[in-house]
């Protein structure tokens, strides 16, 4: 069963669609794009407020400043304000 006996951890909270852009997109988000899912594992600053996404993939994706996405976010829900 993953997530038992030494597999990958297994993710706690729940998954809430949240509107990202530039700013407040976040390692572990799962961005759309093209109607295909990809999970940011990392992220870097670029000029003018863009950010270069990372995916699990190994693609990446230069998000303008302001670009506007939908991602799938997991939260806490006993954290309050906090997606």
């Known amino acids: 069963m993953p997530g038992h006996g030494g597999d990958a951890p297994v993710a706690t909270g729940v998954l809430v669609a949240v509107e ?13 794009i093209g109607a ?6 990392d992220l ?18 230069v998000m303008g ?5 939908w991602a799938a976010r997991r939260v806490d829900p006993r954290r309050r304000g906090r997606a």
């Open 20 to 32: 990202i852009d530039a700013a407040t997109v976040r390692r572990g988000d799962q961005v759309m």
């Open 36 to 41: 295909q899912a990809f999970t940011v594992r």
């Open 44 to 61: 870097s600053t670029l000029a003018g407020g863009a950010k270069r996404l990372v995916f699990d993939s190994g693609d990446s994706f």
């Open 65 to 69: 400043s302001r670009t506007v996405l």
